[in-house]
Nanobody, 121 residues
Framework: QVQLVESGGGLVQAGGSLSLSCAAS????????MAWFRQAPGKEREFVAA?????AYADFVKGRFTISRDNAKNTVYLQMASLKPEDTAVYYC?????????????????WGQGTQVTVSS
């Protein structure tokens, strides 16, 4: 079992920045992928960014979001800049006990509880 604890998120004006973090604890192997997905009201959960043996980003966040991780702390971070109202969603931390580039929702082993990000116009 792996537990994911998210922090960060909140309300920000368009053009602003926010940071999310997610700490993993429990039975993690040395090779794993951590990722962020998001889900807006009435929409499906979608991939945002991942970090395994490399990083990957959805096209709509490239150049604005940065994913990083601290292996010693089993923590992944998502720095979000130049936020847009369409970035408003619940952001979910995700864990896959295998290294991969872009996980799909069905490939995720564990999910965080989600944290709300709201960008006002």
């Amino acid at each position: 079992q792996v537990q994911l604890v998210e922090s960060g998120g909140g309300l920000v004006q368009a053009g602003g920045s926010l940071s999310l973090s997610c700490a993993a604890s429990g039975s993690t192997s040395s090779r794993y992928t951590m990722a962020w997905f998001r889900q807006a009201p009435g929409k499906e959960r979608e991939f945002v960014a991942a970090i395994g043996w490399t990083t990957a980003y959805a096209d709509f966040v490239k150049g604005r979001f940065t994913i990083s991780r601290d292996n010693a702390k089993n923590t992944v971070y998502l720095q979000m800049a130049s936020l847009k109202p369409e970035d408003t969603a619940v952001y979910y931390c995700a864990f896959r006990n295998k290294r991969m580039i872009v996980p799909t929702t069905t490939e995720i082993d564990y999910w965080g509880q989600g944290t709300q990000v709201t960008v006002s116009s």
